[in-house]
């Protein structure tokens, strides 16, 4: 990014006062335990496109972030609960995806590192068995046992936690069992993709992007991304299509201003995404309307369910980032950090070599590349590949967006008794 040294000056000499807006927001909303950012870097952009609150990829760390990790979650949960020994960590349910189940080992051993006794726990109905081995990538077996409850408190057959920290997004519904238990919850299950949305995240992001901004004294544009929600759109309707086309070419237009007023010579276009959910699903790129309303069965396929088989209705239209960053001589790359308490941990390169710079990376054919030199020292501050305090402070301010989502969706009631994952 052409900008960059010069945004990383003016945040190194704002950093106190970035520190204290910062700590300010801590103190005023709920603050994800832990949450992962994948940010997108051009010649004249760097914003996020994607915030998740139950993070997975741990495995892709190298273990200078894995030990970063540690000391964070344990600096995080001396504070908050001084008392917690065990914790029982809530996985996907019945994956037999070996790379995340790497995922959930590789957070047991970050939280073992550091003094907890650590049990997986699997909340569902339809697992009956007491409990199941599942094979990570790394060899390592990972047993997973059956949450019971009784008495608003949750058991498995091999410990009784004092935490339990939430590795699920409960795309399809809320779990009522989470719901009125003694022992505290980390992250709060109603803010699963059942409930969040994409829309809500951004305007957050933004609104706090444009305060920074103001502070370190740089133009807002940079750090910012325009989002559009759209309701009711099922892409097998030309109808539907259309009305999509017409906002996404209102976009252009106002984005091509926004091109020409700061001297950028890159034609801008769009991503349209599922308004709720992960994995890279229910995601398409356009360059033009006639693109929405000539989208081919494949496109129209691939914006028909989201993860779970959700159906996708409620959209939003996202400006494109087109990422300069690449690995080797034909990968395209662009960063995901990983945070716990709003606080980089550490992060990786998606690349794929599949993809051009202006597509969606998370698709079949990525890989990941540490960001931090293996073999760095944490305590001498290990170098990292793509990191710089731009590229903190934009994944920061995407981790306190997710705080004030929280505190929206807790403050509407959350979950409703019956499961079905709509707002109380």
Same mark, same amino acid.
């Given at each position: 990014?052409?900008? /960059?040294?010069?945004?990383?000056?003016? #945040?190194?000499?704002?950093?106190?006062?970035?520190?204290?807006?910062?700590?300010?927001?801590?103190?005023?909303?709920?603050?994800?335990?832990?949450?992962?950012?994948?940010?997108? #870097?051009?010649?004249?952009?760097?914003?996020?496109?994607?915030?998740?609150?139950?993070?997975?990829?741990?495995?892709?760390?190298?273990?200078?972030?894995?030990?970063? +990790?540690? !000391?964070?979650?344990?600096?995080?949960?001396?504070?908050?609960?001084?008392?917690?020994?065990?914790?029982?960590?809530?996985?996907?349910?019945?994956?037999?995806?070996?790379?995340?189940?790497?995922?959930?080992?590789?957070?047991?051993?970050?939280?073992?590192?550091?003094?907890?006794?650590?049990? #997986?726990?699997?909340?569902?109905?339809?697992?009956?068995?007491?409990?199941?081995?599942?094979?990570?990538?790394?060899?390592?077996?990972?047993?997973?046992?059956?949450?019971?409850?009784?008495?608003?408190?949750?058991?498995?057959?091999?410990?009784?936690?004092?935490?339990?920290?939430?590795?699920?997004?409960?795309?399809?519904?809320?779990?009522?069992?989470?719901?009125?238990?003694?022992?505290?919850? !980390?992250?709060?299950?109603?803010?699963?993709?059942?409930? %969040?949305?994409?829309?809500?995240?951004?305007?957050?992001?933004?609104? /706090?992007?444009?305060?920074?901004?103001? #502070?370190?004294?740089?133009?807002?544009?940079?750090?910012?991304?325009?989002?559009?929600?759209?309701?009711?759109?099922?892409?097998?309707?030309?109808?539907?299509?259309? @009305?999509?086309?017409?906002? =996404?070419?209102?976009? /252009?237009? @106002?984005?091509?201003?926004?091109?020409?007023?700061?001297?950028?010579?890159?034609?801008?276009?769009?991503?349209?995404?599922?308004?709720?959910?992960?994995?890279?699903? =229910?995601?398409?790129?356009?360059?033009?309307?006639?693109?929405?309303?000539?989208?081919?069965?494949?496109?129209?396929? %691939?914006?028909?369910?989201?993860?779970?088989?959700?159906?996708?209705?409620?959209?939003?239209?996202?400006?494109?980032?087109?990422?300069?960053?690449?690995?080797? +001589?034909?990968?395209?790359?662009?960063?995901?950090?990983?945070?716990?308490?709003?606080?980089?941990?550490?992060?990786?390169?998606?690349?794929?070599?599949?993809?051009?710079?202006?597509?969606?990376?998370?698709?079949?054919?990525?890989?990941?590349?540490?960001?931090?030199?293996?073999?760095?020292?944490?305590?001498?501050?290990?170098?990292?590949?793509?990191?710089?305090?731009?590229? !903190?402070?934009?994944?920061?301010?995407?981790?306190?967006?997710?705080?004030?989502?929280?505190?929206?969706?807790?403050?509407?009631?959350?979950?409703?008794?019956?499961?079905?994952? =709509?707002?109380?």
């Amino acid at each position: 990014m052409k900008k /960059l040294k010069e945004i990383n000056e003016k #945040i190194s000499q704002n950093r106190e006062s970035l520190e204290s807006w910062a700590l300010g927001k801590a103190e005023k909303e709920f603050i994800p335990l832990y949450s992962s950012v994948d940010l997108r #870097i051009s010649d004249y952009k760097i914003a996020p496109v994607d915030t998740n609150i139950f993070p997975a990829g741990f495995n892709n760390l190298s273990q200078e972030s894995r030990d970063r +990790a540690s !000391e964070l979650f344990k600096a995080y949960f001396s504070q908050k609960y001084p008392n917690v020994r065990n914790i029982t960590i809530i996985p996907e349910l019945h994956t037999r995806n070996s790379y995340y189940w790497e995922n959930v080992s590789v957070i047991r051993s970050i939280l073992v590192k550091v003094g907890y006794s650590v049990d #997986i726990g699997i909340v569902s109905d339809d697992f009956t068995q007491d409990s199941a081995t599942f094979k990570a990538q790394n060899g390592e077996d990972v047993t997973a046992y059956k949450v019971k409850k009784e008495d608003h408190k949750v058991f498995t057959s091999n410990s009784v936690p004092d935490l339990l920290l939430i590795n699920n997004d409960f795309s399809e519904r809320c779990p009522k069992s989470l719901n009125d238990i003694i022992q505290p919850v !980390e992250p709060p299950v109603e803010i699963g993709w059942h409930t %969040r949305r994409k829309s809500v995240h951004f305007d957050f992001y933004n609104r /706090l992007a444009r305060e920074a901004a103001d #502070i370190i004294g740089i133009d807002p544009w940079i750090v910012s991304i325009e989002t559009v929600p759209m309701e009711g759109i099922d892409f097998d309707d030309p109808a539907d299509r259309e @009305r999509v086309a017409e906002v =996404a070419a209102k976009i /252009l237009d @106002r984005l091509k201003r926004e091109y020409e007023a700061r001297g950028v010579s890159d034609k801008p276009y769009l991503f349209i995404k599922s308004n709720s959910g992960t994995y890279g699903m =229910a995601v398409i790129s356009v360059a033009g309307p006639d693109e929405i309303r000539n989208l081919n069965a494949e496109g129209r396929k %691939r914006m028909r369910v989201s993860k779970g088989g959700k159906p996708v209705r409620d959209i939003v239209i996202q400006e494109g980032i087109p990422t300069t960053l690449a690995h080797g +001589a034909d990968s395209a790359a662009e960063p995901v950090f990983y945070l716990v308490n709003a606080r980089v941990a550490g992060g990786f390169l998606r690349v794929n070599s599949g993809k051009s710079g202006l597509e969606n990376l998370n698709t079949r054919g990525m890989g990941f590349v540490p960001l931090y030199y293996h073999g760095a020292p944490v305590e001498s501050g290990a170098e990292c590949v793509v990191c710089s305090p731009a590229h !903190e402070l934009v994944s920061s301010i995407a981790s306190i967006a997710a705080g004030y989502e929280i505190e929206e969706i807790l403050r509407e009631g959350g979950c409703k008794d019956d499961e079905t994952g =709509a707002r109380a």
